[in-house]
């Protein structure tokens, strides 16, 4: 098994890129790469990855960035998971970002979709599940990936997103390389810590979205009634009248301190919140939680998932 060692540098906060048009998204990437934003979070399935690559070239050609001072990660989707669609699908996204590689490649779920032209087949209302086990649609992902016999590679390293521990236990003993990160929901109310020092125990790195408790129209946020944002948690009010700064900052530097190989993939369209969480999450501005903090918010773990959208859309309740 190849390890692929040292783990690339990630940096400790990323831009996320969902639920944005590509006018939107080419207006905040580029606004987010001027301010020090290195790492983009993109995904095929977003369908503005021609906005972001109108962003990312254009701060190319004006000088504000090199390629190889970025991070890019785009997502496999559903629907490309037969190993003869894999590269099919990176090469779109390539084209699309106008990029001739990308830094990061993560199967978007650990579910496969009939193939075709629709991103949700269904019918009858049901999504149709193709017969694609895990380890090929791997085995084609490898195939893409940056080696020694491989120097026409479309991405440098490979990894997965909202994969629970004993499949990505499983994906490893066949892998011939092994997933260097796995993206996963994580915030106050959903800490997963066992699977979080998993994956940091095995040198995967946790890539964190949803990091302030995102903002979802379905599951949980929901039909919870008990429901109350992070951001208006008691505990996050308190400690962040004691250190006189925003709640959302301690949240940030709640997620700064969950140990190494942890980076955080953050959503705004604000230059200020990003300019302050960027901070934060860089060390120009160095906010402490003491032990007693952590233990405290380590406290305020519910279990509560936000984005469950296998169980609400797709009928697999995965995480269960």
Not at 31 to 39: M, P, S, T, V
Request: hydrophobic share 35%.
């Amino acid at each position: 098994m190849e390890f692929n060692e040292p783990l690339p540098n990630i940096p400790k906060i990323g831009l996320g890129t969902w639920k944005m048009d590509n006018d939107k998204v080419y207006e905040v990437v580029l606004k987010a790469i001027k301010i020090g934003y290195r790492y983009i979070d993109c995904a095929w399935e977003y369908e503005n990855e021609v906005g972001v690559g109108k962003a990312i070239t254009e701060a190319i050609s004006t000088g504000i960035v090199k390629r190889e001072d970025l991070f890019i990660v785009t997502k496999l989707w559903n629907t490309y998971h037969r190993p003869e669609l894999v590269e099919v699908n990176l090469k779109d996204s390539l084209k699309r970002l106008n990029l001739t590689y990308v830094d990061l490649y993560l199967i978007h779920w650990p579910l496969a979709f009939k193939p075709g032209d629709d991103p949700y087949p269904r019918v009858n209302g049901h999504i149709q599940y193709d017969k694609v086990p895990l380890h090929e649609t791997w085995k084609a992902m490898e195939k893409l990936t940056k080696t020694d016999k491989n120097p026409n590679f479309l991405t440098k390293y490979i990894g997965v997103s909202n994969f629970p521990s004993i499949l990505l236990h499983d994906l490893m003993m066949s892998a011939t390389i092994k997933p260097i990160a796995n993206q996963i929901e994580s915030h106050l109310y959903l800490q997963q810590p066992s699977l979080i020092e998993w994956c940091q125990k095995n040198k995967i790195i946790v890539m964190a979205y949803s990091p302030l408790g995102g903002s979802y129209d379905y599951g949980s946020t929901v039909t919870d009634k008990k429901f109350e944002h992070p951001l208006n948690n008691s505990k996050i009010i308190e400690l962040a009248k004691g250190k006189k700064c925003s709640n959302s900052d301690i949240i940030f530097a709640w997620h700064k301190q969950r140990g190494d190989n942890y980076v955080i993939v953050s959503k705004s369209e604000n230059e200020e919140r990003l300019k302050q969480a960027l901070k934060i999450m860089d060390g120009t501005i160095n906010i402490i939680l003491t032990k007693e903090d952590m233990e405290l918010l380590a406290k305020e773990d519910k279990g509560l998932r936000l984005n469950d959208a296998a169980k609400v859309f797709w009928e697999i309740p995965s995480f269960e």
